[in-house]
């Protein structure tokens, strides 16, 4: 069975600094990986997904992840955040080919401060 | 598009009483998702539809819960009898492909007293 695991439970970040969301994977077989994004209050909101191709996928309001398959990471990152992107934001794995089962990560708080 | 609906936004309920929860897709997805969210167990999915038929109920927790999709417009998640462990935001996604994004309601806020 898939499973995610963010690591951090709470990222606190100043506004204009970059952040780092991380996201580990377990799967014994290949994968689809997305992440989204939960404002308060609102259903989740797509960023970003893998599919294929390149490792490097960027997706909206100034999101990227990159798929690193040997250390089985998906994690998200911005150069520069604002207020507006403090949300909670989901990892999520769904296994290549099988169910479109998606097993979400338990959420990662981001807060920014000014 | 108006988006996924889900109704009531907001149910409170005694213990034993019967809740009912709805959603309608977005007109012209497929696949709908039912979907519960806590602090303890993050978010779940409980059970998934694909032109109205369910292929995956293996995250209903018990009997107590039914999901029905009797068109593709609608579909129900109903608790019965209810328990103070259900309390939960629960939501409901659809998408239009197996590929494609899921795109979730507003969610509905169940408190079982």
């Known amino acids: 069975a898939q499973s995610v695991t963010q690591l951090d439970s709470q990222v606190p970040v100043f506004e204009e600094a970059p952040v780092e969301l991380r996201c580990n994977y377990s799967s014994s077989v290949s994968v689809y990986l997305f992440w989204y994004v939960q404002y308060p209050n609102q259903g989740l909101q797509l960023l970003l997904k893998?599919?294929?191709?390149?490792?490097l996928v960027k997706g909206i309001n100034g999101f990227e992840a990159e798929f690193n398959k040997s250390q089985t990471s998906f994690h998200l990152r911005k150069p520069s955040v604002h207020i507006s992107d403090t949300a909670e934001y989901f990892c999520?794995?769904?296994?290549?080919?099988?169910?479109?089962?998606?097993?979400f990560g338990k959420g990662t708080k981001l807060t920014v401060n000014p | 598009d108006a988006g996924v609906i889900q109704s009531p936004r907001h149910e409170v309920t005694e213990m034993g009483q019967e809740v009912t929860l709805r959603c309608k897709p977005i007109?012209?997805?497929?696949?709908l998702f039912w979907y519960r969210q806590t602090m303890m167990r993050g978010l779940e999915l409980l059970i998934y539809?694909?032109?109205?038929?369910?292929?995956?109920d293996s995250g209903m927790p018990e009997d107590r819960f039914s999901a029905k999709m009797p068109n593709a417009s609608f579909s129900t998640l109903k608790i019965q009898p209810s328990e103070p462990r259900d309390s939960a935001v629960y939501f409901c996604?659809?998408?239009?492909?197996?590929?494609?994004?899921?795109?979730f309601g507003p969610g509905t806020r169940l408190t079982v007293t």
């Open positions: 996604a659809s998408s239009p492909d197996s590929l494609y994004e899921q795109y």
């Open positions: 893998y599919l294929s191709g390149s490792t």
């Open positions: 539809f694909n032109n109205n038929v369910p292929i995956d």
């Open positions: 999520a794995v769904r296994v290549q080919g099988g169910s479109e089962k998606l097993v």
């Open positions: 007109s012209g997805h497929d696949y």
